[in-house]
Nanobody
Framework: QVQLVESGGRLVQAGGSLRLSCAASGRTFGSYAMCWFRQAPGKEREFVAAISWSGGSTNYAESVKGRFTISRDNAKNTVYLQMNSLKPEDTGVYYC??????????????????WGQGTQVTVSS
């Protein structure tokens, strides 16, 4: 099983960009599909983006399509989330998750048991 540590979250103005990273420990990272979720105060954790174990397939929430890009570097055991044109509604704690699952349809949070601790993203208007 891998352990995950997110980083890169901070306060940014609307229209700005951030790149989040999720570093994984363990030699099996390249076998996992990886996802980013986010959770705003008082709301449920929601799917943001997913990438297959090879990096050949991706999936995005409609709200972030065209603005966010998920990628991975299996040699570095790291998955990234490049976030551009940020909006105040993107504010929340961003979590990465690892799992053995298909990503053709947006995964649900309940499908994952391996999570990072989260990184706070705050977008000011």
């Amino acid at each position: 099983q891998v352990q995950l540590v997110e980083s890169g979250g901070r306060l940014v103005q609307a229209g700005g960009s951030l790149r989040l990273s999720c570093a994984a420990s363990g030699r099996t990272f390249g076998s996992y599909a990886m996802c980013w979720f986010r959770q705003a105060p008082g709301k449920e954790r929601e799917f943001v983006a997913a990438i297959s174990w090879s990096g050949g397939s991706t999936n995005y929430a409609e709200s972030v399509k065209g603005r966010f890009t998920i990628s991975r570097d299996n040699a570095k055991n790291t998955v990234y989330l490049q976030m551009n044109s940020l909006k105040p509604e993107d504010t929340g704690v961003y979590y990465c998750a690892a799992g053995f699952l298909e990503i053709a349809t947006p995964p649900k949070a309940r499908q994952f048991t391996t999570w990072g601790q989260g990184t706070q993203v705050t977008v000011s208007s």
